[in-house]
């Protein structure tokens, strides 16, 4: 949050007659810059127009002290051409950077109060054509895990750099021949009688397709009906004669690992580390001197 206000807007803000709106700056992780006010007529602002969105409301912009969370909640009628619903549910937005400012719409050259600076867009909900968007301060990436911890399964995701399989070999062509819904699809042609190879696999579509370029997780193959269930639905609509490639999937154990991908020498879990629910019978510990002159796995006291 701006600790100084410049002085012209000060001396602004101190009359009768506030003639403030808010603006919004998202930046996507693709570049994608897009620029929206709560005034009733676009503003101009340091080289850019901020569009008139007069459908988004928001909650206050709350900021902690110390290291604690700063956030806001935004709501939004989807107004603008330039958001759709499509592009939100394949994660366009993920991870996108917002900032929030302050100006006089009349005299955009007093300068600007900063609201939020690199906020981080989080959870996205779409319903009724509006959109609720929870939004966290930067301090929010404190809350992440930046180091690996033991685990029974591997933390790697299949095919990247340290896991080193070359997911070529386990991919593989498919073109729709039915569509059920936007979850669900069959390829007549792609048969394999162990459907469990594509659980937690990947669909990417190729060039045709109204949803090319995105992917999504399976859920599941059917071996005898040959469909193939996503986890999630795609954001626009599968048709048939589209293209995609099918991608094996990985459930992380160390069986998979080995028998499907022959990559045990790159496992990253533990898998015989005892967890929470192990336990141990000490009757059937070896007997050795204790604590308090006791033998552990044994009633008898120690010998004097």
């Not at 002290?65 to 394949?90: C, G, P, Q």
């Not at 939020?116 to 968007?133: E, P």
Request: charged share 25%; glycine share 8%; with cysteine.
């Amino acid at each position: 949050m701006s600790k100084t206000v410049p002085t012209d807007l000060k001396t602004h803000m101190a009359g009768e007659l506030s003639k403030m709106a808010t603006c919004w700056r998202i930046l996507r992780l693709d570049g994608t810059e897009l620029f929206f006010t709560d005034h009733d007529t676009a503003i101009p602002y340091d080289g850019d127009t901020y569009e008139a969105d007069a459908g988004t409301t928001t909650t206050s912009v709350q900021h902690q002290r110390a290291a604690a969370v700063d956030n806001l909640e935004a709501m939004s009628v989807l107004s603008s051409e330039r958001i759709t619903i499509a592009d939100l549910k394949a994660g366009l937005y993920d991870g996108a950077l917002l900032d929030v400012f302050q100006v006089n719409h009349e005299d955009p050259t007093m300068g600007q109060i900063v609201l939020a600076q690199n906020w981080i867009l989080g959870q996205v909900h779409v319903a009724d054509n509006a959109v609720v968007v929870q939004v966290d301060g930067m301090a929010s990436r404190l809350d992440q895990q930046i180091c690996e911890q033991y685990s029974k399964t591997c933390r790697r995701t299949v095919g990247d750099e340290l896991c080193g399989v070359d997911m070529d070999y386990y991919a593989h062509g498919g073109i729709v021949t039915s569509v059920t819904d936007r979850k669900h699809f069959k390829d007549a042609a792609l048969i394999f009688s162990d459907g469990s190879i594509f659980r937690h696999g990947t669909v990417v579509w190729e060039a045709g397709s109204a949803n090319e370029g995105l992917s999504m997780e399976i859920k599941s193959y059917n071996s005898d009906t040959l469909v193939f269930e996503l986890l999630m639905e795609m954001p626009n609509d599968i048709a048939d004669a589209d293209q995609f490639t099918a991608y094996e999937g990985c459930d992380k154990t160390l069986a998979c690992c080995r028998d499907r991908f022959n990559n045990i020498a790159n496992f990253r879990g533990e898998p015989y580390i005892p967890g929470r629910d192990s336990r141990i019978d000490v009757r059937k510990l070896p007997s050795r001197p204790g604590l308090w002159g006791r033998n552990v796995g044994s009633s008898r006291p120690r010998a004097r």
